[in-house]
C-alpha cells in the first residue's frame, strides 16, 4: 500500500468516526432542542464530510462510500447499544453482520479496492 493510500484510508478512518460521534451527538441534541450538542454534530458532520471527499482523491467513491456507510452503521448500533441501551433484536443482529460481511468481502476479494 502506496503512503498516499494508507493516508486516504486514515482520512477515511477519521471520517467514520467523526460521523458515528456526530451521530451520537444528534441523539443528545434531542431534535434539534439543545444547542452545544447541535453545534457539535454539526462541525463533526463537516469534518466527516471534508475527509471522506479528500479520501475520493485516491479511493473510488462506491469502495469509500460503502466502508463509511458500513462501519458507521455498525458502530453506530455499538453506540446506541453501549451509550443509550438499545436492544438489537436478531434481525438486526443478522443484518448487521451481513452489512461486515459486505465490507470484509469487498476489501478482500474487490479488484476495485484500492491497496
Given at each position: 500500500?502506496?503512503?498516499?493510500t494508507?493516508i486516504?484510508y486514515?482520512?477515511?478512518?477519521?471520517?467514520?468516526?467523526?460521523?458515528?460521534?456526530?451521530?451520537?451527538?444528534?441523539?443528545?441534541?434531542?431534535?434539534?432542542?439543545?444547542?452545544?450538542?447541535t453545534i457539535?454534530?454539526g462541525?463533526?458532520?463537516v469534518?466527516?464530510?471534508?475527509?471522506l471527499?479528500?479520501t475520493l482523491k485516491?479511493?473510488?467513491?462506491?469502495?469509500a462510500?460503502?466502508?463509511w456507510?458500513?462501519?458507521?452503521?455498525?458502530?453506530?448500533?455499538?453506540v446506541g447499544?453501549?451509550?443509550f441501551?438499545?436492544?438489537?433484536?436478531?434481525?438486526?443482529?443478522?443484518?448487521?453482520?451481513?452489512?461486515?460481511?459486505?465490507?470484509?468481502?469487498?476489501?478482500?476479494?474487490?479488484?476495485?479496492?484500492?491497496?
Amino acid at each position: 500500500m502506496s503512503p498516499t493510500t494508507t493516508i486516504a484510508y486514515g482520512y477515511l478512518a477519521i471520517a467514520i468516526i467523526c460521523e458515528v460521534i456526530g451521530t451520537t451527538f444528534l441523539m443528545k441534541s434531542e431534535q434539534f432542542t439543545r444547542l452545544v450538542p447541535t453545534i457539535i454534530m454539526g462541525l463533526l458532520y463537516v469534518i466527516s464530510f471534508y475527509l471522506l471527499a479528500q479520501t475520493l482523491k485516491i479511493i473510488p467513491l462506491g469502495i469509500a462510500y460503502a466502508l463509511w456507510g458500513g462501519l458507521g452503521i455498525v458502530l453506530t448500533s455499538l453506540v446506541g447499544l453501549v451509550f443509550f441501551k438499545q436492544n438489537l433484536d436478531t434481525a438486526a443482529v443478522i443484518g448487521i453482520a451481513m452489512i461486515v460481511g459486505g465490507v470484509v468481502v469487498m476489501n478482500l476479494l474487490s479488484n476495485s479496492v484500492v491497496h
